[in-house]
């Protein structure tokens, strides 16, 4: 999940201000396995990602299957 959270903040495809001083936001992350020496795709998660606007904090972070910021 750390690498999740850091794709979502370093490069968001979609973000938006929440109530009470929070930001969402979110990146799709492709999911792999590599069968027989080549990678399959298995998943794209979407995690969410949410940040104090007051002293910029990660308050939650969390994966999920649609975007919902």
Known sequence: MAFATQAS???PSEFSVWSGQKRCY???IE???VV?????????I???VLISMNNKKVITSYPTSKPRC
């Open 9 to 11: 903040l370093e490069s």
């Open 26 to 28: 979110t990146t799709p």
């Open 31 to 33: 999911v792999y396995k």
């Open 36 to 44: 027989n020496g080549s990678p399959v795709k298995e998943k794209t």
């Open 46 to 48: 979407y995690p969410t």
